[in-house]
């Protein structure tokens, strides 16, 4: 799958994945389908932040995170980011 045809899929969704790598949106989308299909984030070793139990964090490996928030028990991805930069956000949030 192109990047475009990765980036489109975000796009519909209204998530965001500025900067971030091809290799890296083919593993969100993977993930992202599966909690569409009515898959837990748990089972992708999610967790809820601690100062904020309505976000939803999930690992995509070592270096990115998928952003969520549990909206009336439905998980709405915001965006797919860099350790780095989640950690900034985890700030603002």
């Known amino acids: 799958m192109d990047r475009h ?3 489109g899929f ?15 949106l083919a ?6 389908e599966r909690l569409e299909g009515g898959e837990s984030y748990l089972s ?3 967790k809820r932040l601690r100062h ?10 070592r270096r ?3 952003l969520a928030d549990d909206v009336d028990g439905q998980l709405q991805i915001r965006s797919v980011l860099s350790h780095q ?3 900034a956000s985890l700030k603002i949030i």
Request: glycine share 4%.
């Open 5 to 7: 045809d990765l980036l």
């Open 10 to 24: 975000f796009e519909q969704r209204r998530i965001d994945t500025r900067h971030v790598p091809s290799t890296v």
């Open 27 to 32: 593993r969100a989308r993977r993930v992202v």
């Open 44 to 46: 992708f070793h999610g």
């Open 52 to 61: 904020n139990r309505r976000h939803v964090s999930i690992p995509l490996g």
């Open 64 to 66: 990115w995170r998928i």
């Open 85 to 87: 930069t989640y950690n």
